[in-house]
Structures are given as structure tokens and as C-alpha cells.
DNA sequence: AAGTGGTCTAGACCACGGC
DNA sequence: CCGTGGTCTAGACCACTTC
């Protein structure tokens, strides 16, 4: 007998038949989703198979099985932890982002920036600033560093519009993968409070992280200034 | 023939080989591993558990498997976004870590906290103040709320001297699993800063946790206030 | 007792990598 | 070409939960 009839092996196509009835809200949480060897009968795959379907699938935490119980739909995947850019923060809290971009040009003189980004001290790096807005009201101070010869056709009017993370996706082709951080606090200097429309001295979240690509590269370091009282970080940590 | 000799499953037993030749040394990052026909003949058992060893390591990130080549020693795994007690981190960086109990009372008029630890509004909490100290200097102020009921042999005492972590794993038996943290900054008020030894307005990290044990209830809420000149916040994030 | 997930066997063919 | 990991079979027994 044929192990697969198309291209893609069966304990996938299982998968992705219950992630389609978890998604068209045939299946919710708690339900409980066909035992392994209900499985391998519908679709006709050995027990090894089936079971490899919901191996995979618990391990994304989309189910969770219980010996002698069943296996069940898990609760609705939370994102914590997730990369997402300025732009993409502010779309999911139903605010429009906008940008006003305070600098942009080569810098040739900031060495521990290049290190961090695993390159000679003196690289020449694109640096781009922007007053970040979400409808309007002035939300962060973004500092962003990047490889110039990589990335040669950057203008200053593609920024002012799009988001960066879907400019290097969509003209470069680069995928993030993940990036370090480092958080603290920090105070306004004059500066920045003028910028952020906050008093002096205001408390502001300091965020530097170095964002590497899918391969392996980093590729860009940000210092990013955050105004407290409007942003806030969510992160799950694990024991 | 009998499946294994002992209680413990084949595919653990090859696996903690394996981690046990990794920790030795005798296997180091990028050194090869025993392909899965090697490990089944070496431990007479059939491939798909040798291959079940396998694949459960390189899901904990110790290898990485790469099909026609072979299966490799993973780089030594970062412990990014790790549920960390303040003893902890202080050991981490070779301070001496120090609690000062400010407050020790219960309270039952907290009704947000309450609602966060799945409590109703007038629960009774245990309420705990302790200035955190490494090596003698002030860190942090953090401010514990335990369900009153659930620790009612907490003792001021006991408090001062050991890590509140490793209070609930030994003599209440309870393990953490992962925290949901909300971080931002905020500034010193003249209480604190007296506290923390800073001007008043200085920057703080502030963090609030929810921490959840491995039974999945949440078993303890804290708010954190570090001196951000001393304290920082290191975290992984995904795309 | 019936059903579930957890472990395991002794093979098989396929797709891919390096020589 | 040969060895690697990736997929898969058609069963088996065990440990556990539910009734």
C-alpha cells in the first residue's frame, strides 16, 4: 500500500485537518479530539501515525492529552513572548501608527553598536531615528542601526510610511527570526521629554535589542524609549 | 522480549547517556552523535526509539538533526526568559543576595491582586514587603501577596533568611512553573527612594508577576521596583 | 471492563548529503 | 554510492482514567 498518496506525509495532513476545525470553531477549548486509534482508522494510517500527528500537535500546545482521558483541545494560544514592531503593537490596539522620521543617514563611529551587530568597529551603519505616534499622540523615541551596504536602497520616504519590518521583508526578503533585549528604566532628558511631550525627568521604559534574521544574522540593532504610562511590556517566563 | 529492564523508558535511558556524555565533555557543540541505527544496535532496542531519544533532544534544543548528514551537539542552550527568584539573580553575579522584611501582615481589601490570583474580591492574602539587597547595597522593593489560606505556617523569620522560591518547593512542595510578567518604568516617591537609597524621581524598573505553579494555579502575585542602575531585564523574543 | 495515551518492535521505502 | 534522517506499517503490552 502507498505510505502517502500526494506529497505531503499523512501525519500532517492529520494535523492540519483538526487545526482547520480548531479554527472554523468546530472544535473549542476543552473539546476532546479523536483518540489515536480513531485516528489512524478515519484516515487509514497505522497507530504510530496518528500518534505522531498528536505528538507534534501537543507540542506546539495546540492539544493536551491526558493518559487514560483523551487528548483535548488546549486553551487559545497566547503570544507572549513575540517579536513584533512598532507598527504591529499599535494595529492590535486599534491605534494608528505613524512615523516621523528625525534622522537618517551613514554613521561610521559607533563601535560597540557594530560589535553588537558582529561587525568591524568602524562599519558603516545606516542610522534612522523616529518619533513613533499612535493616533497622533507621541508613543516612543526609536533609534534603529543597520548593516548600510546591506542595505543601499533604504529613503528616507519609504520609512516615513511603512513599517520596517515589512520593508525588510518585502524588498530585501529578509525573515526575522528573534530578537535580545534589554530592558530598564530611564528619565527623560530635555531632549527626549520635548519630543515625547512628557515633563522632565519623566520615567521612561529603555529597550535595546539586537534583532537577528532567520539566518542567524543580526541584523539590526535598535535602541528604542518608550513613554511609561503608555506602553508596557508583556513577557511569560518559564521556571 | 521484554521492553526494558528496569522502570525507566528506553528512550530516556539512551537519552540521559547521551546528556550525561554532554556534560562530561566528552561530546561537545557540533560533535556528531550516534546515528539512530548505531544507537538502536547499541542498545538493542528498534529504531523508532532510538529515534524517539532523538527527537525529544533536539525539541529540548541539546541537538540538531540534519537528514542525510547526521545528529549533532547542539550550541550549549541559553536559558533566555527564565523564572528567576531575586536569590537567584543575585547569585548569578556573585552578590551576596539579602531580604529586610518591611511588612508582614494579611490583608483582604485587595481586590484587583485578588481577581489576578483567581481569588474572590475580599480574599485573604499574605502580604509580604521585603528591600531586596545584594552584597549590602539596595536593589529592589518587592511586594508579595500569597493566598492566606493556602501558607499559613509563614513566619516573618523564616522570611528573612531564605529565598521565598525555595520556601514553597521544600516545605510547601510547590513548583513554579512560569510567570506572566508586565514590565514598564516608573519614578522613585519619596518613601522608595529613601528605601532604594536613590533621589526621588529616579527611574525603576517596575515589574507585577502572576506566578503559576506546575499545577497550573496562579500561587503568588509580585510587584517589583529595581534601581534601573542596577537592574536590568534580559529576554528572548519570537517572530 | 473498556477506552485512552505511553512505550516498543522489526522491519520497510523515501529523500537528502557527502564522497 | 552509502549512510543519514523522515515517514510509515501492523501489530503488541503497559499504565492510567472513567464508568
Known sequence: MPQNRNGTPAYKRIQALILKRIKAGELKQGDAVESERELAKIHGVSLMTARHALTDLEREGVVVRQRGAGTFVAPPKIHFNKLVGFTEVMAGRNLTPCSKVLLFSVVDNEREIAARLGL????????????????????????????????????????????????????????????????????????????????????????????????????????????????????????
Not at 128 to 141: D, K, M, N
Not at 192 to 201: K, N
Open 120 to 239: 568591524t568597529d568602524n562599519a558603516r551603519l545606516q542610522k534612522l531615528e523616529r518619533l513613533r505616534l499612535g493616533s497622533g499622540e507621541p508613543f516612543a523615541l526609536e533609534t534603529c542601526y543597520l548593516p548600510a551596504h546591506e542595505f543601499t536602497g533604504l529613503t528616507h520616504t519609504m520609512l516615513s510610511r511603512g513599517s520596517l519590518f515589512s520593508i525588510l521583508a518585502n524588498d530585501y526578503g529578509i525573515q526575522l527570526a528573534y530578537a535580545d533585549e534589554e530592558v530598564d528604566a530611564s528619565a527623560a532628558d530635555a531632549m527626549t521629554a520635548h519630543l515625547l511631550q512628557v515633563p522632565r525627568g519623566h520615567p521612561l521604559v529603555r529597550i535595546r535589542q539586537v534583532i537577528y534574521s532567520t539566518k542567524g544574522s543580526a541584523t539590526m540593532y535598535v535602541l528604542g524609549l518608550y513613554r511609561s504610562d503608555r506602553y508596557s511590556l508583556s513577557i511569560r517566563r518559564f521556571r
